[in-house]
């Protein structure tokens, strides 16, 4: 096990104890020598850890402590590359770009044997090749953010167009489309949007009457994706 993905198993044992815990008993449950637990306590309080306790009495973890973002395990770099390739692929250039960004962050501050595992993460995204979208998503993800109404220009399936004003309250993004979860003030109800079939749509000045998370859940719980 690499140093830095040992240190962060020791302070995730330690967020299970409430009460101080024994150098033998956090040892034993992090697979190491009493010798380097104690190497490590000292290691990760140098690095700000609010670890207090000594041998004999036992350490505990003070509540509040942050997790340093040096601190991943390898399966957990590689689900942030995963995910950052994911959004490359399947969202609007805005996102893609932003979610790069967020991982060469990420990066730049791990340890070096670390920052070579996100070069050379195992994993690949693939995805089906998805139809042109009209609209630009980064405007109506803002929309959704800032809870604003948008007036929508949309073509359903047979070609017909109406307008539209709608409150959008999610964004999905699938294989084959991106679609726009909104409550519709014609249909008097929840409507799902595609993207490739939206003509036109403006952000409007006019915030919404609700707040976007009782929108999402009450429609979590129409689609039965209520989760206890």
Same mark, same amino acid.
């Given at each position: 096990?690499?140093?830095?993905? !040992?240190?962060?198993?020791?302070?995730?044992?330690?967020?299970?104890? *409430?009460?101080?815990?024994?150098?033998?008993?956090?040892?034993? @449950?992090?697979?190491?020598?009493? !010798?380097?637990?104690?190497?490590? &306590?000292? %290691?990760?309080?140098?690095?700000?850890?609010? &670890? @207090?306790?000594?041998?004999? &009495?036992?350490?505990?973890?003070?509540?509040? #402590?942050?997790?340093?973002?040096?601190? #991943?395990?390898?399966?957990?770099?590689?689900?942030?590359?995963?995910?950052? !390739?994911?959004?490359?692929?399947?969202?609007?250039? *805005?996102?893609?770009?932003?979610?790069?960004?967020?991982?060469?962050?990420?990066?730049?501050?791990?340890?070096?044997?670390?920052?070579?595992? $996100?070069?050379?993460? =195992?994993?690949?995204?693939?995805?089906? /090749?998805?139809?042109?979208?009209? =609209?630009?998503? %980064?405007?109506?993800?803002?929309?959704?953010?800032?809870? *604003?109404? $948008?007036?929508?220009?949309?073509?359903? $399936?047979?070609?017909?167009? %109406?307008?539209?004003? &709608?409150?959008? #309250?999610?964004?999905?993004?699938?294989?084959?489309? /991106?679609?726009?979860?909104?409550?519709?003030?014609?249909?008097?109800?929840?409507?799902?949007?595609?993207?490739?079939?939206?003509?036109?749509?403006? $952000?409007?000045?006019?915030?919404?009457?609700? /707040?976007?998370?009782?929108?999402?859940? @009450?429609?979590?719980?129409? @689609?039965?994706?209520?989760?206890?």
């Amino acid at each position: 096990m690499a140093r830095s993905e !040992r240190l962060l198993t020791l302070l995730q044992t330690l967020r299970r104890y *409430r009460r101080p815990v024994s150098g033998a008993v956090l040892a034993e @449950e992090t697979g190491v020598s009493l !010798r380097t637990l104690y190497r490590d &306590i000292a %290691s990760l309080q140098s690095q700000g850890a609010m &670890i @207090e306790g000594e041998p004999g &009495i036992g350490y505990v973890l003070k509540p509040g #402590f942050m997790l340093p973002p040096m601190m #991943f395990s390898q399966d957990e770099i590689e689900a942030l590359v995963l995910g950052s !390739r994911w959004v490359a692929r399947a969202t609007d250039a *805005r996102l893609a770009a932003a979610g790069a960004d967020a991982l060469a962050k990420i990066a730049a501050v791990l340890p070096a044997d670390l920052r070579d595992a $996100v070069d050379q993460a =195992a994993v690949v995204v693939g995805t089906r /090749r998805i139809t042109e979208d009209k =609209a630009d998503l %980064s405007l109506m993800r803002k929309a959704i953010q800032t809870e *604003r109404m $948008v007036q929508l220009t949309y073509g359903d $399936v047979n070609g017909a167009i %109406s307008t539209r004003r &709608i409150w959008p #309250f999610a964004l999905g993004y699938f294989d084959n489309a /991106r679609i726009i979860m909104a409550w519709c003030e014609l249909r008097q109800d929840y409507r799902h949007f595609r993207a490739d079939r939206i003509v036109d749509f403006a $952000v409007l000045e006019a915030r919404y009457p609700r /707040r976007r998370v009782a929108l999402a859940r @009450e429609w979590q719980a129409r @689609e039965g994706m209520v989760h206890n």
